[in-house]
Structures are given as C-alpha cells and as structure tokens.
C-alpha cells in the first residue's frame, strides 16, 4: 500500500525554501549577508498593537471563540473594509482566519474540484499553483506583458476562459513583480467573471502598499459581489507576519463555507491575536501610510542602485516591497546558465539573498525584497555590482 496520498504528492515545499535554508546556513555560520529574500516588513508591528495582544492575555481572554472570530474582529474588518473601499460587507461574510494564506486556502478548497481550472496570472506568488493542485484543480497560466510594467490586460484573461474555468486569481500589488493593476482593469475582469459565472478570488494582501494611486478593493464592486472573494491579509499591511491573521470576505455561503472548513481544521485565530488585531483596524492608520513613505524610498534606493549595474533591467514596481529584476543579459553562460544558478552563486559567491523567478514562473528574474534598511541595499548593490561584472 502506498503511504501518501495523491493530494499530498500533487504539491511540493515552497520554492523559496531551498534558498532560504541555505541562506540561514551561511549566516549561522557567520556570514554577514545582505539579505533581500524574507517576504515581510522589517518593522516592528506597532506598539498599540503589541499591546492590545498583552491586555487581552491579561484579561483572561484566552479560550476558544466562535470559529470565524469574535464578533468586534469581523465587525473591525468590514467596517475598516467599508471605510477604505466603499464595500457593504456585514460581519456574517467576513471569516477571520490564520493569515491570507489559509484564507486564500479555504476559498480554493471550498471552491475548486478535480477538474476544474483556475487562471493564475504570471508571475505568481508560489503557493497558489500547490493550493490549486492540493484541491485537484489545474492552473492556467496567463503571462502578464513586462514590457508594460507587468500588466494583465481583461482581454488576456478572457483568452484563458474556458469551459471548465472555475476561478481567477489577481494580486495587486504583486509578489514578485511589484506590478499594480488600474482600478479599471480590475473592475473589467471583475465584470468579465460576474457576468460568465466565474469567482475572483482576489488577494489583496498588499493593497494598502499601492505608491501610484488609492488602494483598490475588488469588494468595491458591490453589484458582483455574489462572485467576488477578498483575501486580505494585517500581515504586511501592520507588519504582523508572525501573529497569523487574515481574513476572507465575499457570500455569506461561501464564508460559511469557508468557516465550516476551518472547524474541522485550526478553529479560530488565536485569542489574543484577534483583539491585537481589532486594535489594528480600529486605531489611527497612520503607521500604515508611514511605512508606506519608506518603503517609497528603499525602493528607489534599491532601483536607483539597480541601474549602477550594466545589464540588468527592472520595471518600476509600484506596490507592495519587490522588485523583480531581468536578468536576461547574464543567462546562458557558464555557471550562469538559469535564473535558480545565479540566484544560488550570488548567495555563495557575494553573500546577497534573492529569490530566483523559476519561483514565480517565469524564467529570467530575480525578486529582492527592499523591506530592509538602507545599508543592507548600499551593501547588496555593491557586491552585486562586483559579480554582475564578473559574469558579464
Ligand atoms: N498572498 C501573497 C501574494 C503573499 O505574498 C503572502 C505572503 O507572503 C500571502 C498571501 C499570505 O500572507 P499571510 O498568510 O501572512 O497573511
């Protein structure tokens, strides 16, 4: 009898583990790198944060609570929701969950069966062709056009519409690429779906991280409501990776759903982290737009230290903390031969971490994440600029 099932051998470990590892290795060994591979905020999470998360604890609340979250949390979600993007969720389709990812999770499982597609835009963040596989479905891949900053134009996810299409995934800002749709390419596509029967799940995990206009919501659009899931995320926007808390909104059934799953498996978030977070949504929003203001300006630090490097090229990323540099003009010579090689010699050789894009489905990049301090950008441009000139 074979040991494992075929759902579990339909996925693998993130791609970005391998490098990771590898990086912890080297810097417990002592190696000072300039590392740009961690997908999280280099801040602290707020102080009033902190704690609210120490006054819940000291005042006992520390049991079980209802499984989509207490009632102030969701309230805390839908009415920051609807302060920010014009949404009229109420608390009963808002499930609270253990980060985006398991609500992102949650939704496909509730959503996808064998056999059914879902269109994936490329580049992806890693896990949702492994979510989309584990619940037996198959991902589409749309290519987005670097050429225009990335963008995925209605027309080429009509192309991808099928009649076996279940769903579409969109992220903006993106990770990798930093990329950020218009409003009015998100309200298209959203259109597009509402009207053929299809579901948007949209991962807005980044959306307050948006440096070229108003943060968009695809909840915004309250008249498809009945096809759009939002998976948001407190995770980036209040730098709280650690604490675990996201969130889904869209269809009372599809949440009830969602929360249904969810009690056959973790439950609720922990305690304490619901209160941390109510103090998040609820309280002045100015360490948001703060640390929005500097991640405006590691990026530019970073591009303009880019562009220092003869042969690399990036788009100008315009949300979230990435930039997804091509490197093209460097593949296909010895030692060099894919993006995943010069990732993995860059990390050896110059002591610089990055993710490779065979990570995110395309072949010729290298995402660095900027949530970092200005010296470790000045120290990693200069290594780089060293061992780009070595391959060159
Ligand atoms: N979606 C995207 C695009 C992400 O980059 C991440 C985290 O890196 C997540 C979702 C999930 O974040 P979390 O589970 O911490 O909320």
Redesign the pocket.
């Given at each position: 009898k074979k040991t494992f099932s075929d759902r579990i051998n339909r996925i693998e470990v993130s791609a970005t583990m391998a490098i990771t590892a590898e990086a912890l290795r080297l810097k417990q060994s002592g190696i000072d790198l300039a590392d740009f591979g961690a997908?999280?905020p280099h801040f602290q999470t707020p102080e009033h944060i902190k704690r609210a998360a120490i006054e819940a604890i000291e005042k006992g609340y520390t049991k079980y609570t209802a499984v989509a979250g207490i009632p102030e949390v969701r309230r805390a979600v839908v009415d920051r929701h609807a302060e920010d993007f014009g949404s009229n969720y109420t608390p009963e389709e808002c499930c609270f969950a253990t980060?985006?990812?398991?609500a992102?999770f949650n939704a496909i499982e509730c959503l996808v069966d064998h056999g059914d597609e879902v269109i994936v835009p490329v580049p992806y963040?890693v896990?949702y062709k492994d979510i989309i596989q584990f619940a037996g479905g198959t991902p589409v891949f749309v290519q987005a056009n670097e050429a225009d900053n990335f963008r995925v134009t209605p027309a080429m996810i009509e192309a991808a519409i099928t009649d076996r299409t279940k769903a579409i995934i969109l992220?903006s800002p993106?990770?990798p690429s930093g990329a950020v749709m218009s409003a009015g390419d998100v309200e298209a596509i959203i259109r597009l779906a509402h009207r053929k029967g299809i579901y948007m799940l949209l991962?807005e995990?980044?959306t307050y991280l948006n440096f070229i206009g108003k943060p968009v919501s695809g909840g915004s659009f309250t008249d498809c409501k009945e096809h759009v899931v939002v998976?948001g995320?407190?995770?980036?926007t209040y730098a709280m990776?650690g604490w675990?808390?996201?969130f889904a909104l869209g269809p009372k059934a599809i949440v009830a759903a969602i929360a249904k799953l969810q009690s056959q498996s973790t439950s609720n978030v922990s305690t304490p982290v619901q209160y941390a977070s109510v103090a998040a949504l609820t309280a002045s929003q100015q360490c948001v737009e703060d640390m929005k203001v500097d991640y405006i300006k590691l990026r530019d630090r970073l591009l303009a230290g880019f562009a220092t490097i003869p042969g690399l090229t990036c788009t100008v990323p315009q949300g979230a903390f990435y930039a997804y540099p091509n490197i093209s003009a460097f593949l296909g010579r010895e030692g060099a031969a894919t993006a995943s090689q010069v990732a993995s010699r860059l990390l050896n050789e110059a002591h610089v971490v990055c993710v490779p894009g065979e990570a995110f489905g395309t072949e010729h990049h290298l995402r660095f994440s900027y949530a970092t301090s200005a010296d470790v950008i000045d120290k990693g441009i200069e290594r780089m600029r060293t061992f780009f000139a070595g391959l060159a």
């Amino acid at each position: 009898k074979k040991t494992f099932s075929d759902r579990i051998n339909r996925i693998e470990v993130s791609a970005t583990m391998a490098i990771t590892a590898e990086a912890l290795r080297l810097k417990q060994s002592g190696i000072d790198l300039a590392d740009f591979g961690a997908g999280e905020p280099h801040f602290q999470t707020p102080e009033h944060i902190k704690r609210a998360a120490i006054e819940a604890i000291e005042k006992g609340y520390t049991k079980y609570t209802a499984v989509a979250g207490i009632p102030e949390v969701r309230r805390a979600v839908v009415d920051r929701h609807a302060e920010d993007f014009g949404s009229n969720y109420t608390p009963e389709e808002c499930c609270f969950a253990t980060g985006g990812k398991q609500a992102l999770f949650n939704a496909i499982e509730c959503l996808v069966d064998h056999g059914d597609e879902v269109i994936v835009p490329v580049p992806y963040w890693v896990s949702y062709k492994d979510i989309i596989q584990f619940a037996g479905g198959t991902p589409v891949f749309v290519q987005a056009n670097e050429a225009d900053n990335f963008r995925v134009t209605p027309a080429m996810i009509e192309a991808a519409i099928t009649d076996r299409t279940k769903a579409i995934i969109l992220n903006s800002p993106s990770n990798p690429s930093g990329a950020v749709m218009s409003a009015g390419d998100v309200e298209a596509i959203i259109r597009l779906a509402h009207r053929k029967g299809i579901y948007m799940l949209l991962d807005e995990c980044y959306t307050y991280l948006n440096f070229i206009g108003k943060p968009v919501s695809g909840g915004s659009f309250t008249d498809c409501k009945e096809h759009v899931v939002v998976l948001g995320t407190l995770s980036k926007t209040y730098a709280m990776t650690g604490w675990r808390a996201g969130f889904a909104l869209g269809p009372k059934a599809i949440v009830a759903a969602i929360a249904k799953l969810q009690s056959q498996s973790t439950s609720n978030v922990s305690t304490p982290v619901q209160y941390a977070s109510v103090a998040a949504l609820t309280a002045s929003q100015q360490c948001v737009e703060d640390m929005k203001v500097d991640y405006i300006k590691l990026r530019d630090r970073l591009l303009a230290g880019f562009a220092t490097i003869p042969g690399l090229t990036c788009t100008v990323p315009q949300g979230a903390f990435y930039a997804y540099p091509n490197i093209s003009a460097f593949l296909g010579r010895e030692g060099a031969a894919t993006a995943s090689q010069v990732a993995s010699r860059l990390l050896n050789e110059a002591h610089v971490v990055c993710v490779p894009g065979e990570a995110f489905g395309t072949e010729h990049h290298l995402r660095f994440s900027y949530a970092t301090s200005a010296d470790v950008i000045d120290k990693g441009i200069e290594r780089m600029r060293t061992f780009f000139a070595g391959l060159a």
